[in-house]
């Protein structure tokens, strides 16, 4: 449905209305999906175009949270399994998310919410120079805390459990703890998210419905919400819609 206008300032009053910062998610994660889709419905001759919207598009969707009264959000902005693109998309990607990082550093937003940023993934994957904006960026930002941003780049879910594995079993291959001591504390404390706390909605654009191995374990009680949307045109109502979606349910976590 196109609202335009005072209808559709109208429709934003109406939602804006509805939400109460009291019952805001803590955590929200965002599956950032439908970008190439977008380039084509828009007659881009090139992929990449709708990855360029895409990116324009983050601190205004980010911002848009914080000011709903949501903490920490966790942006699904390049998984693993993109690597197997074609390699001039993969490359306009790692250069997009390396002029972000550097970007955001500077941004007012994020002096004024004093925002930590921080990547999880398998940063070795990527390129040197984008590790090195992501370093910049994470030194920076690194004495904030009263906002996360966190960017899964060069992210999976099933590798975070696998690195996970690995380094629980050196450690007992080293002596420093026994089989006995795995439990979900142990297990959580060696994520990627380690001290995040796990979140409490995952929003995916672009109409698909499924997680696409997005923060596996953490998602285990995690509310859903799929928009009909390309994540380049998301917009205000989008979003509200979604954390009103949130609100409405009732979370018992098993109980």
């Known amino acids: 449905m196109n609202f ?36 084509r419905q828009h007659g881009y001759d090139v992929p990449w175009l709708g990855h360029h919207k895409g990116g324009q598009k983050v601190m205004e969707v980010v911002k848009i949270l914080w000011e ?48 930590r940023i921080r990547a999880i993934g398998r940063m070795d994957l990527l390129p040197e120079e984008l590790q090195v904006a992501i370093m910049d960026a994470e030194e920076r930002t690194k004495d904030f805390s009263d906002y996360t941003l966190n960017v899964a780049v060069g992210y999976s879910g099933r590798a975070e459990l696998v690195d996970a594995v690995k380094a629980i079993g050196e450690k007992i291959g080293q002596g420093e703890m026994s089989i006995s001591d795995i439990d979900e504390d142990l297990i959580e404390s060696h994520l990627y998210t380690n001290g995040i706390p796990d979140p409490d909605l995952i929003i995916r654009t672009s109409g698909e419905e499924r ?11 995690s509310e859903l919400y799929f928009a009909q949307v390309y994540w380049p045109a998301v917009r205000r109502i989008d979003i509200w819609r979604a954390l009103r979606s949130y609100e409405r349910r009732s979370r018992r976590y098993g109980k």
């Open 4 to 39: 335009v206008g005072p209808v559709y300032r109208l429709y934003e009053f109406f939602l804006y209305r509805q939400l109460k910062k009291e019952n805001a998610p803590r955590h929200v994660g965002i599956i950032l999906d439908g970008n190439r889709r977008y380039a």
């Open 68 to 115: 709903a009264g949501v903490k920490v959000c966790t942006l699904y902005a390049f998984s693993v399994e993109n690597f197997e693109r074609s390699e001039g998309e993969v490359k306009e990607i790692m250069d997009i998310l390396r002029n972000k990082f550097a970007e955001v550093i500077d941004n007012p937003d994020i002096q004024r919410y004093k925002v």
């Open 211 to 221: 997680l696409s191995g997005f923060l596996l374990w953490q998602s285990a009680y």
